[in-house]
């Protein structure tokens, strides 16, 4: 079991931040692969980054994705007494739901469900909830509770029970998604989880921020209302949203060896816990794995693991800033499958920066300032 802590300066009690530890469980490619099923379900359930950024769902509709390898989740509780849930806190979707008593799906059968009838703080919304993902949606009801995170009981918390999820979910750990953009982007109107305790009072400061520790077990955490200095050294880089409806960001171009190959002139970005890859577009990030040297193999740039140690680095310049990705960071190394780039194909034009890139670079979301903060982890 994962407890949440607080940490607080010693110069003031009020410089306090609550934490979350995050375990990084097996990855629904990783099961799927062990079952001997992966080829068969890659093929049936097309993996598809964008999709939960198509900007058709915006508003009312809040588009997901089909993730086969998300993998960090933390334990929240819902409910009187309280209902603990495995969640994936994301930063690309703005809900809270979890499986319900009332999902007939077979992906709700190895997941826990929230039961409202032994909760007594439970109270029906009497709306519904639909959230498209790539590849299937969840439908579900919507309800209010009192959710516990970190020790932060948000009180008449709206958020959406399952009814029905797609096929994919059986193989994650995770039983639900805490989202943590905008409210703009919520479906059916909720607000967000995040919101709510800024209203309240319930954080110390109008952000978050998120560690990634490079040790796959332990270390990985996401922190409410402050920064631990702990998780990065050097100084923080402050970035402008471009938009405040995800966490998006400028990216002034993508070199490999001081050569501009991608991104050339700009282009947009998303900073988002829920991806667990760097998606660009398909020929951005061919060009990069192009020069990487690598071959696509099924969908997967595909690499030998020996020559890890003599590829180059990939910088991501960013508002005057350059963040480095070694090849120790973007290549994923399974030793039943060999290694792969964590470089992804997908989309027009915008870019994700997910786990591969966070796990570099300690993120700070800001709230107050509409801002994403960046520092070398630690």
């Given at each position: 079991m994962m407890w949440a802590f607080v940490v607080?300066?010693?110069?003031?009690?009020?410089?306090?931040?609550?934490?979350?530890?995050?375990?990084?469980?097996?990855?629904?490619?990783?099961?799927?692969?062990?079952?001997?099923?992966?080829?068969?379900?890659?093929?049936?359930?097309?993996?598809?980054?964008?999709?939960?950024?198509?900007?058709?769902?915006?508003?009312?509709?809040?588009?997901?994705?089909?993730?086969?390898?998300?993998?960090?989740?933390?334990i929240i509780s819902i409910g009187t007494p309280p209902q603990s849930f495995k969640v994936i806190f994301d930063t690309g979707s703005s809900n809270l739901w979890v499986p319900s008593i009332y999902c007939s799906s077979q992906a709700c059968q190895n997941h826990d469900k929230f039961n409202p009838g032994t909760s007594s703080t439970y109270r029906n919304n009497g709306g519904s909830l639909r959230i498209q993902y790539g590849t299937g949606s969840m439908t579900g009801l919507l309800g209010y509770d009192t959710v516990t995170v970190g020790g932060i009981a948000v009180k008449n918390q709206i958020f959406g029970l399952s009814e029905t999820e797609a096929?994919?979910?059986?193989?994650?750990?995770?039983?639900?998604?805490?989202?943590?953009?905008?409210?703009?982007?919520?479906?059916?109107?909720?607000?967000?989880?995040?919101?709510?305790?800024?209203?309240?009072?319930?954080?110390?400061?109008?952000?978050?921020?998120?560690?990634?520790?490079?040790?796959?077990q332990q270390g990985s955490v996401v922190s409410f209302g402050g920064i631990d200095p702990n998780h990065y050294s050097g100084s923080i880089s402050w970035i402008p949203l471009s938009r405040d409806l995800y966490w998006q960001i400028t990216v002034d171009s993508v070199t490999v060896n001081g050569q501009v190959v991608a991104c050339n002139g700009g282009c947009?970005?998303?900073?988002?816990?829920?991806?667990?890859?760097?998606?660009?577009?398909q020929s951005s990030i061919g060009s990069i794995n192009s020069r990487l040297g690598v071959t696509?193999?099924?969908?997967?740039?595909?690499?030998?693991?020996?020559?890890?140690?003599?590829?180059?680095?990939?910088?991501?310049?960013?508002?005057?800033?350059?963040?480095?990705?070694?090849?120790?960071?973007?290549?994923?190394?399974?030793?039943?499958?060999?290694?792969?780039?964590?470089?992804?194909?997908?989309?027009?034009?915008?870019w994700i920066l997910g786990d591969v890139f966070i796990r570099q670079y300690y993120a700070i979301f800001n709230r107050a300032q509409n801002m994403v903060g960046l520092a070398k982890a630690t």
């Open positions: 607080c300066a010693m110069v003031a009690l009020s410089e306090c931040l609550v934490q979350i530890p995050l375990e990084k469980g097996k990855s629904a490619r990783e099961t799927l692969q062990e079952q001997g099923i992966w080829e068969e379900y890659r093929l049936k359930f097309p993996y598809n980054p964008m999709a939960k950024f198509d900007g058709r769902f915006a508003v009312g509709n809040e588009a997901m994705t089909n993730d086969a390898d998300m993998a960090y989740f933390g096929p994919f979910m059986k193989y994650m750990q995770a039983d639900g998604i805490l989202g943590l953009a905008y409210p703009a982007l919520s479906a059916s109107g909720a607000t967000p989880v995040f919101d709510n305790m800024m209203r309240e009072g319930l954080v110390n400061q109008d952000l978050f921020s998120v560690y990634l520790s490079s040790d796959a947009q970005a998303i900073v988002d816990t829920g991806t667990s890859l760097i998606v660009g577009p696509s193999q099924n969908g997967d740039y595909m690499v030998n693991c020996n020559n890890i140690a003599q590829m180059p680095d990939v910088t991501f310049h960013i508002h005057g800033q350059e963040f480095t990705i070694p090849a120790s960071a973007y290549v994923l190394n399974s030793r039943q499958y060999g290694c792969r780039t964590g470089f992804s194909g997908g989309g027009d034009s915008l």
